[in-house]
């Protein structure tokens, strides 16, 4: 009998471009097991930290989705996407060159403790029965209702026209959102170009597996 019979917790570093069912479609694939399920998606463009539950750790899924996150990434200012990242193309360029370093970090305070967060349009929250972005693929207004997020901890270091940070908040949090946001508050726009998770409680993107450990792990056990 092999490890994954009994079950197991894997920490897999997602692929860029790669969504999270791929990665579960992988896993599978591998270990030819059904019972196998993710604790937070990730969009395609975001890079970092997937748990992944196979066997009788799916139970364990909700509990894990359940904690806190932290994510590292970069906003570009000076325009706005549909999407608010590189899902869809930039925008309503403006010139924000006079932004500084101060103004960013008082920008990112507004948004950090407790706070309503209206989730993005182009996301898979479900609303009367279709997906959100089903709605914005074709035009349609769809209107989502601000939910309480907590973010614990929101540093910027602006390297024009970037800021790169850090994000500790608690689930359901749309990074997407707070690069949207951040831009709305400085005046200037801004989409989200990058993020990678790096931890989920304490679980961290340090003692992830790439898919090609993954693929040696597998290997060497497998079958005993």
Same mark, same amino acid.
């Given at each position: 009998? @092999?490890?994954?019979?009994?079950?197991?917790?894997?920490?897999?570093?997602?692929?860029?471009?790669?969504?999270?069912?791929?990665?579960?479609? &992988?896993?599978?694939?591998?270990?030819?097991?059904?019972?196998?399920?993710?604790?937070?998606?990730?969009?395609?463009?975001?890079?970092?930290?997937?748990?992944?539950?196979?066997? &009788?750790?799916?139970?364990?899924?909700?509990?894990?989705?359940?904690?806190?996150?932290?994510?590292?990434?970069?906003?570009?200012? =000076?325009?706005?996407?549909?999407?608010?990242?590189?899902?869809?193309?930039?925008?309503?360029?403006? @010139?924000?060159?006079?932004?500084?370093?101060? @103004?960013?970090?008082?920008?990112?305070?507004?948004?950090? =403790?407790?706070?309503?967060?209206?989730?993005?349009?182009?996301?898979?929250? &479900?609303?009367?029965?279709?997906?959100?972005?089903?709605?914005?693929?074709?035009?349609?207004?769809?209107?989502?209702?601000?939910?309480?997020?907590?973010?614990?901890?929101?540093?910027?270091?602006?390297?024009?026209?970037?800021?790169?940070?850090?994000?500790?908040?608690?689930?359901?949090?749309?990074?997407?959102?707070?690069?949207? @946001?951040? =831009?709305?508050?400085?005046?200037?726009?801004?989409?989200?170009?990058?993020?990678?998770?790096?931890?989920?409680?304490?679980?961290?993107?340090?003692?992830?597996?790439?898919?090609?450990?993954?693929?040696?792990?597998?290997?060497?056990?497998?079958?005993?």
């Amino acid at each position: 009998m @092999d490890i994954f019979s009994e079950g197991q917790v894997l920490l897999i570093d997602k692929p860029y471009d790669w969504t999270s069912f791929d990665v579960i479609r &992988k896993v599978r694939r591998l270990i030819k097991i059904k019972k196998i399920g993710h604790a937070g998606t990730l969009d395609p463009l975001a890079t970092g930290l997937l748990i992944v539950c196979t066997g &009788k750790f799916t139970k364990k899924i909700n509990e894990y989705m359940a904690q806190e996150k932290e994510y590292t990434g970069t906003i570009v200012l =000076g325009a706005t996407t549909p999407t608010f990242d590189l899902e869809s193309i930039p925008e309503n360029f403006k @010139d924000c060159s006079h932004i500084t370093q101060a @103004d960013v970090a008082a920008a990112a305070k507004v948004f950090t =403790g407790e706070i309503q967060q209206v989730p993005p349009v182009y996301s898979a929250i &479900k609303k009367d029965g279709k997906r959100a972005y089903e709605f914005a693929r074709k035009g349609q207004e769809v209107e989502l209702k601000a939910r309480k997020i907590v973010v614990s901890e929101f540093t910027t270091t602006l390297q024009y026209p970037e800021v790169h940070f850090k994000i500790v908040c608690s689930t359901g949090t749309y990074i997407r959102s707070l690069a949207n @946001d951040l =831009g709305k508050e400085l005046g200037c726009g801004g989409y989200l170009s990058s993020l990678c998770r790096t931890r989920i409680g304490e679980f961290f993107l340090k003692d992830a597996m790439s898919m090609e450990g993954l693929e040696e792990f597998v290997k060497k056990n497998q079958n005993g």
